[in-house]
């Protein structure tokens, strides 16, 4: 687990590790990063993208597996909208705000990229990078494919 303190206040705390976690340690770990660095806001991607499966494709037919596909993107892409204007009003009110994934990174990953991206005006390869170089051990992330095509289809130019 690691806390990255990506911009003046805005935290990140991830698992890209993928450690297995006791349950009661990570919310322990959370309120003391919360009491530590006065965090009013708490985003947990494990708990808003409780719908997301990276291994549909794997456990249904086609036609169903796909469907499930389009329709995880398009509420992972909403979630993303809608959780890029609650960052960017804490950033303008300079409120303190936490983005916490255990399980989920694949989804935080994917946002943080999403965000540099949409309200950085930056490629997304060098979004990757920027990321990279704040939390440090992305060359061993590897991103899912289906996160990839909503960046693909939101971050590159038309």
């Known amino acids: 687990m690691k806390l990255t303190n990506f911009f003046s206040n805005l935290w990140i705390i991830t698992n890209l590790e993928n450690n297995n976690i006791d349950a009661e340690f990570f919310l322990s770990y959370i309120s003391k990063v919360k009491i530590q660095h006065n ?72 946002f943080i990229l999403y965000f540099i991206c949409k309200k950085g005006n930056i490629e997304l390869d060098k979004a990757f990078n920027t990321l990279n170089s704040k939390l440090d051990c992305l060359d061993k992330f590897i991103l899912n494919t289906n996160i990839k095509k909503i960046l693909i289809s939101e971050c590159y130019p038309k």
């Open 39 to 110: 965090i009013n806001k708490i985003i947990n991607f494990d708990k808003e993208f409780k719908f997301w499966n990276s291994n549909i494709s794997n456990i249904f037919e086609n036609t169903i597996s796909t469907q499930m596909i389009l329709d995880n993107q398009k509420k992972c892409l909403n979630l993303y909208k809608k959780i890029s204007i609650l960052i960017l009003n804490s950033l303008l009110n300079n409120n303190q705000i936490l983005l916490v994934s255990c399980s989920k990174n694949e989804c935080l990953i994917g």
